[in-house]
């Protein structure tokens, strides 16, 4: 059986972004890499974005990047400018191709599609497969979304809605989000933050009605994606000779879902301590943030009516401070500038149940 420096185990967004990490640092030259990942083949079938509050190796991926958005409850909206901090979405199609033609050339780097081809006892893993517990009682963020493309030019390419909850909220938290790459095309997304529940899955008839409400008639469907993100942390623990990544990893924000730039700064630690990994820190989103995270979600599941106004109201304060904190790059006066923004009451008693 063959055997392997290190093996990443799921060739995803995680075990990919870190193998072309290690590759370009030339960390791959002198040691061999395995990627275990089952799909037969690469295509296009997620959107990442996020504000690009870092540099990430994938600025040729970005489909399209916008200096403003919109959010809008059903008493209010507001534009909120970020010129610092754009809003960048990357086609998950140019990311697998850029990768993967970059990995090809280097033949200390192989693919296999089951773990069991290979001896992996004296190997280093890397592994973005979560295991997920409590799947039903825990918060997801699903969601189902259609890019469109109209035949006149209908959409605003300049500004993209993050939320509009001006929609039917069933009881829980629902927003639709759309990304206009261009005046005539458009990612148009329902997404609920919810336990699992077969009722909100509708999601067909709810873009329908939405592009409806748009007052949008003439368009055709060129590509689907949908999706749940867990919104709790996976209980793959560290294990000596094995690091988790990805989602398994802990690298989602429990509050948002954002997890793409969380996954490109693990990578970039990875490799700065690919030497000496099996000593090295666990790295993680910063503890401050678990802990606000998880009382907002306590509130979020007991308070889902008041979601709206809460995410609204975070962007009251400066934007740079909101995109800082929903980016885990928020210094405590920032926090604390979002923390006064929140229902005190609410967020207090929430803390100690
Ligand atoms: C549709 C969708 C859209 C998203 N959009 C955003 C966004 O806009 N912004 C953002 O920041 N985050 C987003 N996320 C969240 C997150 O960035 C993605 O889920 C990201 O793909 C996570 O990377 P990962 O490597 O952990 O998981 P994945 O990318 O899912 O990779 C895991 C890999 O493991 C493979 N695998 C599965 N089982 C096995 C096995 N037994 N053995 C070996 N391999 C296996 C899978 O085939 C897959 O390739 C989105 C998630 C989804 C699902």
Redesign the pocket.
Known sequence: MKEFDYVI?????????LAYELDIHQKLDRKTLAI????TEYKR??????WKVGSHNFEDCVKKSWKEFSIKIPSDSKIVKCDNFPYQ?IDSGLFYDKINERLTENKNIKFFKN?KDLNTSNSFIFN???LLQNAKSNIWQH?HGIEIETNEEFFNDSTVSLMDFDCDQRNNVHFFYVLPFSKNKAMIETTWLSKENKSLKDYDSQIKSHINRLGLKDYKINFK?????PLFYPINEKEKNKVN?????G??RLST???????QEHSKYIRMNIENIQNAKKYEIGKKYQFLDEIFLRVLKKHPEKMPDIFFDMFGASYITAIKFLSNKSNILEDLSIILKMPKWIFIKSIFN
């Open positions: 185990i799921g060739g995803g967004c995680a075990g990919l972004s275990v990942e089952p799909r079938d997620k959107t990442w974005s996020f979405s773990i973005s497969v979560p969601f994606e949908e999706g749940a993100i990544i990805g989602t398994a990893g690298m989602t879902g954002y997890t793409f730039l969380n996954i």
